[in-house]
Each structure stands twice: as structure tokens, then as C-alpha cells.
């Protein structure tokens, strides 16, 4: 169950990366952990890869906006990065900017059983999911397509 003020946290978190021409990626809070850690990935909105210097000026920057809407009373660690390998993709952004590159998707076949492949994304459109597998196209209904996630290669 998501924290409660998790709701809070993304909204402020957005707004900061908006100002600063970022796009929120993600937000947790883990609470088991002490302190309590709020991970936050965030990526350029131009598309421009996100560096260490990014990272760090959006940390100072959203550590003040934290500290002045006083949402988390206990001490925190935040921790900013960019989501990197093992970023599920889901906007069309995501498609075209990472085309090419490969993935794990997870699909159910005509039996509506989940499958796993592993390919090369080509290209999404509004029917169809395509990856290359060692040379050979694969075309899946998008309607059966369950998830598609960056790998790294020869993973």
C-alpha cells in the first residue's frame, strides 16, 4: 500500500521538475528503511540525458521545496537519478526515444498465457508492437502487450 503522502510528495516533485525543464519518471518513500529514503527519477523534457551536475542542482532544489511545504516531519535521505536501465516504457516518448534498443516484453499469447520475449524495439503504433528477434520481425497486438521494459544487451 502506497504511503499516504506519497500523492503529496509527486505533486510537489513534478512541479519542481517542471520548473527546472525535468519530467518526473518515479517517486518512492521507503519507509523500512532508516531514515526513511525518498527515491525520486527524474529525465531532461528535451530528452538530453540527465548528468550527476542535474541530479545534484535538482536535489538542492527540491530538498528546499521539502523542507518548506514540511510534508515528511522524520529525518529523510533524498536520493535523485535518472531510471536508467530497467526503465519500464510507456509513453510514446518512450517508444521513439528508445528504438533500437533492447527489451523484455511481457505479452499473452493467442491462449492467454504470459509469454517473454526478448528483441530489439523497432517501432509501436496504435495496433501493434514490433521487435526484432535475431533477425526476425515480431508483431504483437498492443491490446496483448502486458509490459515492456529496457534490458541490457546480452542480458
Do not use: W
Amino acid at each position: 500500500m502506497p504511503h499516504p503522502l506519497l500523492p503529496e510528495l509527486e505533486t510537489l516533485a513534478t512541479s519542481v521538475a517542471a520548473d527546472q525543464g525535468f519530467e518526473l519518471c518515479g517517486i518512492q518513500l521507503l519507509t523500512h528503511l532508516a531514515p526513511m529514503t525518498l527515491e525520486v527519477h527524474i529525465r531532461r523534457s528535451n530528452g538530453v540525458d540527465v548528468n550527476m551536475d542535474d541530479c545534484a542542482g535538482f536535489s538542492g532544489t527540491l530538498g528546499e521545496a521539502l523542507e518548506s511545504a514540511q510534508l515528511l516531519t522524520e529525518a529523510y535521505v533524498l536520493e535523485i537519478s535518472s531510471p536508467g536501465i530497467g526503465e519500464t516504457l510507456s509513453s510514446d516518448r518512450d517508444f521513439q526515444t528508445f528504438r533500437g534498443f533492447p527489451v523484455e516484453v511481457v505479452h499473452r499469447d493467442r491462449d492467454d498465457t504470459e509469454q517473454r520475449l526478448e528483441g530489439l524495439l523497432l517501432e509501436r503504433d496504435e495496433d501493434t508492437l514490433q521487435i526484432n528477434i535475431r533477425g526476425r520481425i515480431k508483431r504483437l497486438p498492443r491490446d496483448h502487450v502486458l509490459s515492456v521494459r529496457l534490458t541490457s544487451p546480452g542480458s
